[in-house]
């Protein structure tokens, strides 16, 4: 839900109603972008659309969108538009004492909007239940010990202001997880055990006594109560607040009271996302959740958020009060504005003010009138709504909801006006339900939302409410249901393909965050069919409720395949070279080991040649001339021998060749004998040998050429070694010299020891060596 606080300054309204404002600028001007009557209604509340037939004939249907005015002035008639005028219903048949008018309808079009006033009146004396929420843990005891007395006084002082008092209590003080409490098993029982002192076990909520009329048991209930402890310093305020908020049987409001929740604490409360700490995850849904008076999905479900905290309250018509401790006042005061109906007081040392706190803040809610309104957040970014108020003194109070001080029996006016931006995007028009809400009061007013837009199709105008006109009953609902006939492609009884809506007879296809929706019946698209080469269908047909319809010549699913053969056949007109079938204008050959696109390639194919090997073997065996009767069972043709092969008999393939022995080979081939035309194999008498002395000079030549290649690389491999062990070489110093080289370039082995002592030892003379020769120190120095 969605609650908007906006109030402009209006004048005082003292009427429960008033009348229907709808201002519009006039911008209905003809523009070629409108082409249909929903269309036109959308740019504006002063916009009409003309249904004649004969209006501006030839003209663009554009024309049809303008004004009423001047509509009229071009020819058409009144009852020919589409004008839907906004409006406001009241239900005046619910009665109330505090909150008027209850139940009220708006007829809205888009960039309209209307006015309604609510009256809420404050009666003398109201019922009043009053719910004791308390922190107890350990540091509010002081507060605790105050609480047993305080209990029977405040109720005696509230009954000058209620005509029925009735109280309750309940307990909280954290979740029982880590890290809110100490998990070891003793702490768990017993929190206090370091302080020697028996503690109750922590808890996020305890329903401990339901409202009642009795005070003395509200007493007996406050002094057995224990206090209990946890580790951190915020508490689950927020979350047994929601629990006393929604547990309404439980707790026992009475729908008829003003509900008061007393909350007291010396401490902040943990928010929403304090309880991923304790790995806690899951929203909490916002009801109630006591089995045996105990908050059972504390340890299950997170702390609620604001917003949702101050929905409940709303929703259930509860004032909160926060009697909370001085160093924690400015934290809650951050807090106040965020949730509707509540009061914010400074509880002193031991809770010696709590009486005059309570009635202080019964006092000042009750005299403070404000109200919100709530709308679906489905629907809020269609809708605008201001509220202006009307207080009893006369003052009206812009930038505020609420009127002050005021006393039982006045009446504060509250004029809400709703704005309708556009219309839902399903072009569904169902009625949208807004709430308005006075805080704190068990009555409210109902507000539903009519939409406005569609078309009629020319019905418009015509029905009346004064129900005049006979053609509203049964013949335009035939009308309707006929349009809607039209709507219908044959054998189909889906309406616009289900992509569309059927207006006046005609298709208006839904727009898709995919691609455009079009055609007659909404049936075409461009983009649930499959693509080829980057284009749907392959450009060859047209997408059709998902399927391509191609164009003709192709098929397949994304008209791929062209239905002629054409492109399989070969030069001489053979389908795949006979070893293959076409499909989808491509060759599929029949054996796996051929190839090519024309299945033309076989390269594992056993040759033609190879088949009449053995006729040849057999002929050869037996000699040429005597193989002729014995060779029948492996020759199936004819056999005939030939002097020379390369002479061409007519029809005759390709020569074979057939090794034999002795470096030898025989050449045949299959040709037709003259005049039978039956298959004749041709086999030459003469075969083609090689030399022997050819196979001897190419041996030799291999056989010479190996031996001059091993003896330079065996010559390259001597010089490199040399070449590597050159600077090693004796008298290496020598040839340096020979080459009139400088000497002192060239490096010479020398040694050169100097030792130097001084201060020594007088039995140890001193001592230098130079080149291997020990000289005594005393003799350099001579």
């Not at 406005?452 to 020319?458: F, K, M, S, V």
């Not at 040694?751 to 201060?759: A, L, P």
Request: hydrophobic share 35%.
């Amino acid at each position: 839900m969605t609650s908007w606080r906006r109030e402009p300054l209006v004048p005082a309204l003292l009427s429960v109603l008033i009348g229907v404002i709808a201002s519009a600028e006039d911008h209905c001007a003809s523009s070629a972008l409108v082409s249909t009557c929903p269309e036109c209604l959308s740019r504006g509340p002063a916009c009409a659309w003309c249904y004649q037939e004969d209006f501006l004939d030839g003209a663009h249907a554009s024309q049809r969108c303008d004004s009423a005015a001047n509509l009229l002035r071009k020819g058409c008639s009144e009852n020919m538009m589409a004008n839907p005028q906004v409006r406001v219903e009241v239900n005046a048949t619910l009665s109330s004492s505090q909150v008027a008018p209850r139940d009220v309808s708006l007829h809205l079009r888009p960039g309209a909007e209307s006015s309604f006033v609510v009256e809420v009146q404050q009666l003398e004396r109201y019922p009043v239940d009053l719910y004791y929420l308390v922190d107890v843990s350990a540091s509010m005891q002081d507060n605790l010990d105050r609480l047993k007395s305080v209990g029977v006084a405040l109720s005696h002082s509230m009954r000058e202001y209620s005509s029925d008092f009735r109280v309750g209590f309940g307990s909280f003080v954290d979740k029982p997880v880590s890290p809110y409490i100490n998990v070891h098993p003793s702490k768990i029982q017993n929190p206090c055990s370091d302080y020697e002192v028996q503690c109750r076990p922590a808890h996020g909520f305890i329903h401990v006594l339901r409202v009642t009329e009795n005070v003395t048991e509200l007493t007996r209930v406050i002094d057995q109560q224990r206090i209990s402890g946890n580790m951190d310093t915020p508490e689950g305020t927020f979350d047994a607040m929601l629990q006393a908020v929604v547990c309404q049987k439980d707790i026992g409001w009475r729908p008829e009271a003003k509900h008061l929740l007393l909350v007291m604490t010396d401490q902040p409360s943990h928010l929403a996302l304090d309880s991923k700490l304790a790995g806690i995850v899951v929203p909490h849904d916002g009801k109630c959740h006591l089995e045996g008076n105990t908050y059972v999905q504390t340890a299950n479900m997170e702390h609620p958020t604001i917003g949702q905290l101050a929905e409940k309250l709303l929703e259930n018509n509860i004032y909160s009060i926060f009697a909370v401790d001085q160093v924690q006042y400015k934290w809650y005061e951050d807090l106040v504005d965020l949730l509707p109906g509540t009061y914010l007081g400074r509880l002193l040392p031991k809770a010696s003010n709590l009486k005059d706190l309570v009635v202080e803040a019964y006092k000042n809610l009750l005299s403070d009138v404000a109200v919100e309104v709530t709308m679906d957040s489905a629907h809020v970014q269609r809708f605008w709504v201001n509220v202006a108020t009307v207080c009893p003194d006369g003052s009206s109070r812009a930038g505020s909801s609420r009127c002050s001080n005021v006393q039982p029996g006045q009446t504060v006016f509250f004029n809400v006006t709703v704005g309708m931006t556009s219309c839902p995007a399903d072009d569904v028009d169902e009625d949208v339900l807004l709430t308005v809400q006075p805080v704190g009061f068990n009555e409210s007013v109902a507000v539903r939302v009519k939409q406005t837009c569609g078309c009629d199709c020319g019905l418009a105008g015509r029905c009346h409410d004064n129900g005049e006109s006979g053609s509203c009953g049964a013949a335009d609902e035939e009308a309707r249901l006929a349009g809607h006939r039209q709507c219908q492609a044959e054998g189909s009884g889906t309406v616009c393909s289900g992509r569309g809506s059927c207006v006046c007879g005609m298709c208006v296809c839904h727009h898709g965050n995919l691609g455009a929706v079009y055609g007659k019946f909404c049936e075409l698209d461009d983009f649930s069919c499959p693509y080829q080469d980057g284009l749907l269908c392959g450009g060859r047909g047209q997408c059709v409720l998902g399927e391509c319809r191609c164009q003709t010549g192709w098929t397949g699913e994304s008209c791929g395949c062209p239905i002629s053969a054409e492109t399989c056949r070969s030069n001489d007109g053979i389908l795949c070279s006979g070893h293959g079938r076409c499909v989808c204008g491509s060759c599929v050959c029949d054996e796996p080991q051929r190839s090519g696109r024309l299945c033309d390639k076989c390269p594992t194919c056993y040759s033609s040649c190879q088949t009449h090997w053995m006729c040849v073997n057999c002929h050869l065996s037996y000699g040429l001339g005597q193989g002729s009767s014995k060779c029948n069972r492996t020759c199936s043709p004819l056999v005939d021998y030939v002097d020379d092969i390369t002479v061409q008999v007519g029809g005759a393939d390709e020569p074979c060749l057939y090794p034999s022995t002795h470096r030898c080979h025989y050449r045949f081939q299959m040709g037709r004998s003259q005049g039978k035309g039956v298959p004749q194999l041709l086999i030459s008498r003469h075969p083609d040998c090689l030399p022997s002395q050819r196979y001897f000079v190419t041996f030799l030549s291999v056989f010479l050429l190996t031996v001059v290649l091993g003896l330079g690389i065996l010559a390259v491999l001597r010089i490199l070694l040399r070449r590597r062990d050159w600077p090693n070489m004796p008298g290496r110093a020598e040839t340096f010299d020979r080459n009139n080289k400088d000497l002192s370039f060239i490096p010479t082995a020398n040694e050169k020891t100097i030792t130097y002592r001084r201060d020594g030892p007088s039995d140890r003379p001193l001592e230098m060596h130079f080149q291997g020769q020990k000289i005594p120190l005393s003799e350099v120095w001579q």
